[in-house]
């Protein structure tokens, strides 16, 4: 099944700090996990059980902190995790992976890992 995830980054104005926002499209919910340090030991029955925002809702976009990329420990081991939820009932963990930009002194999502779960 298709996920339509939508990430975008943005100066609100000229010279502003970087924002980045996840959303999603065609159907699909979106949730913020928070921080995760094991996206192996996520598992599918308590993914599929969150309360998930969909289109429409007040809460979307969401905003993925730039101001520290491994917010709270900085570390590696932890990331900002979200969780997407399709229309047939899997499920996908999504971890933006932040990058330092020398040029601009500031982080920005350099890609994203995910995690696809089905339910049996």
Do not use: C
């Not at 104005?13 to 996520?42: C, E, H, I, K």
């Not at 029955?45 to 730039?66: D, T, V």
Request: glycine content about 8%; overall charge negative.
């Amino acid at each position: 099944e298709p996920f339509d995830i939508v990430l975008t980054h943005q100066r609100p104005t000229f010279g502003a700090a970087l924002t980045a926002n996840l959303s999603v499209a065609n159907g699909a919910g979106l949730y913020d996990m928070g921080v995760v340090a094991d996206p192996q030991a996520v598992e599918y029955n308590y993914l599929r059980k969150r309360p998930f925002q969909f289109a429409g809702s007040p809460a979307l976009p969401m905003a993925i902190p730039l101001d520290a990329p491994l917010f709270p420990v900085g570390s590696a081991e932890w990331s900002n995790a979200y969780v997407v939820n399709g229309k047939q009932g899997s499920v996908i963990l999504v971890i933006p992976k932040l990058t330092w930009n020398n040029a601009t002194s500031e982080w920005y999502v350099s890609s994203i890992e995910w995690h696809r779960y089905v339910g049996i």
